[in-house]
């Protein structure tokens, strides 16, 4: 990155940051900066609407800075919401060129691999329910894979690609979606922290934050893993709890591969600079964000089977980062019943990047015309309602797993 193009951003940061003082009305308020609200962001103030979004600590610091990276259509359910992720990467497509910063978008491809009859399977299904839905996807024999990534290992029997899908740097994108909403009129304020949300007479009153009172008729909740807790004192129960994800990331390494790697244990993809980042896991472990020897070995050891340059490669960096997970690992994009101008954007799990854009064309939909031109009802709180053997775990009683 040239450093013309860091400074700016870093002297925003800085101002933005150190001002204490706060505007006391906003048309709306969003709570979080990370990829879902600075999206918010953009796509209100380009309808007119006054937006002033809220953050406790810095643009893209949690969730949305710790990621993969990963984007792309395949990331939907099938019969439910890959309309919805194939519209979100249309739209990332079209805010990649506009937002005026380079984000780093590669578009080369997913490659989904099985290394067993079991997981070829997975492959197998997986290919046929996105093609079904209109998403370009090809199988690819052992062969094939290894003409197109020669430098995989031994041992893979199958694989399936979908060339629409790719990666993208998620600090950067965050960045530029705040950065352009400002310039639309957003007002961002970092380092400041909703307190609570003020509810009189079953409507929002307002926020209460470390720097004073904001009256304002229309509240977005957009703060991830921290959603539930910020909800619970107005009465309104979210299943949304924290998910860790452990990741690592190489020393700068000659071209390996331009695409996303997937196996059912780990992710990579190889970024701008020729880093390679490794992950990662889902683990029920509260709000810890430690690393832990035994997974990252794992995945060093697994990456280094799934593409052997890597396994003299000097890990540079590791981290942990909190998703907001859900039971069923789709956002809650919706109103509440009973507190007019509440809107929840948050829960999206372990593909936030990928539904980032849509949510907040949704959003954008939902405040100012109320019709949606996808349907909501994936996103609804309401499919919670009934009690399911799935719903989390109770405080004090936290397990954990781990998957990719
Ligand atoms: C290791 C890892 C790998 C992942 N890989 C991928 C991937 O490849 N592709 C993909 O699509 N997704 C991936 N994800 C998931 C994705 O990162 C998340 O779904 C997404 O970032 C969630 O965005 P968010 O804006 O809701 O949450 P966050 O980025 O966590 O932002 C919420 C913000 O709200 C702020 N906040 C909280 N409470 C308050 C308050 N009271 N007042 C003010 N501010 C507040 C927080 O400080 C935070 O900045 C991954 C996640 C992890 C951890």
Sequence with gaps: ???????????????????????????????????????????????????????????????????????????GVPGATLAH???????????????????????AGLLLLACSDAERTDVQEFAATRRQEGIETHLLSAEELRNMEPGLGPGLVEGAYVPGDGHINPFLLTYAYAAAARRRGAEIREGIEVLRCDVAGGRVAGV??????????????????????????????????????????????????????????????????????????VEYAGYSREVTLPTLARFAQLAGELMPALRDARIIRTWAGLRPMTPDGLAIIDTVPGVDGLILATGHSRTGLSYAPVTAWLLEQLITGGQTALPLEPFRLGRFAAPRGDQPVPAGRERTEEMP
């Design 1 to 75: 990155m040239p450093p013309a193009e860091w400074v700016p951003g870093i002297l925003e940061h800085a101002f933005v940051s150190t001002v204490m003082d706060i505007q006391k009305t906003a048309d709306t308020v969003i709570i979080g900066g990370g990829i879902v609200g600075c999206a918010a962001a953009y796509y209100l103030a380009a309808r007119g609407v006054r937006v002033l979004l809220l953050e406790r600590g810095a643009i893209a610091a949690e969730a949305s800075g710790a990621n993969l990276g990963a984007v792309g259509a395949s990331a």
């Design 85 to 107: 992720t194939k519209k979100s990467l249309e739209l990332l497509a079209h805010d990649a060129d506009e937002l005026g910063r380079p984000v780093e978008f590669v578009r």
């Design 208 to 281: 209460v934050t470390s720097a004073g009172r904001v009256d304002t008729r229309r509240v977005i909740v957009a703060a991830g893993a921290w959603s539930s807790p910020l909800l619970a004192p107005i009465g309104v129960e979210i299943p949304v709890r924290p998910g860790r994800g452990q990741m690592l990331v190489t020393e700068a390494l000659p071209a390996l591969t331009p695409r996303v790697l997937r196996t059912p244990a780990i992710n990579l993809r190889q970024d701008a600079r020729g880093h390679v980042l490794i992950g990662s896991s």
